[in-house]
T-cell receptor
């Protein structure tokens, strides 16, 4: 399985490629999803979010796709840069409160110049 | 704005010692929370607060106490440190439910 800093799934891409990072979420009741980026030694940084009434949302160089049928979330990064190298993880909120926000373990993205 | 500020960045404790991890935010966010991050696991919620004077337990609250006397500050107290509390601790805040969390840069704690 995935782990922070150990045995993380890794995606290696070349600079300029498009990257796709996937996340299988666990609860069909989840109605809010977030992608975070975490660089080594730093806290998670918000990238983009999406609510369950949407299938797609775009930001600057990033797109999030939500497939509720198969409980799948993906993050697409266009024209990947070395500065995009980090651990990316998704979070889902499956309940009505703050305590129901659940985080995935992450995928490490490595971008070669 | 400084965002979410955590101190200290690193700490080493002996088993049985107590300490307080500090967290402050300057965004006037009502919601604040503490997470721990361990290898092999996603972030796990320790305690959270939906406003000054209100706190509640998360998934892994044992061994930790919190208080929220002001909107800005949300300290996390370790009562009697144990090796199982060796982890990276993150404080986060948000303006409301289903809004993105803003994280601090973490405190790396080692308990020997």
């Amino acid at each position: 399985g995935e782990s922070v800093g150990l045995h993380l799934p890794t995606l290696s891409v070349q600079e300029g490629d498009n990257s796709i990072i996937n996340c299988a979420y666990s609860n069909s009741a989840s109605d809010y999803f977030i992608w975070y980026k975490q660089e080594s030694g730093k806290g998670p940084q918000f990238i983009i979010d999406i609510r369950s009434n949407m299938d797609k949302r775009q930001g600057q160089r990033v797109t999030v796709l939500l497939n509720k049928t198969v409980k799948h979330l993906s993050l697409q990064i266009a024209a990947t840069q070395p500065g995009d190298s980090a651990v990316y993880f998704c979070a889902e909120n499956w309940g009505p409160g703050y305590s129901t926000l659940t985080f995935g373990k992450g995928t490490m993205l490595l971008v070669s110049p | 704005n400084a965002g979410v500020t955590q101190t200290p960045k690193f700490q080493v404790l002996k088993t049985g010692q107590s300490m307080t991890l500090q967290c402050a935010q300057d965004m006037n966010h009502e919601y604040m929370s503490w997470y721990r991050q361990d290898p092999g696991m996603g972030l796990r919620l320790i305690h959270y607060s939906v406003g000054a004077g209100i706190t509640d337990q998360g998934e892994v609250p044992n061994g930790y106490n919190v208080s929220r006397s002001t909107t800005e500050d949300f300290p996390l107290r370790l009562l009697s440190a144990a090796p199982s509390q060796t982890s990276v601790y993150f404080c986060a805040s948000s303006p409301g439910l289903n809004s993105p969390l803003h994280f601090g840069n973490g405190t790396r704690l080692t308990v020997t």
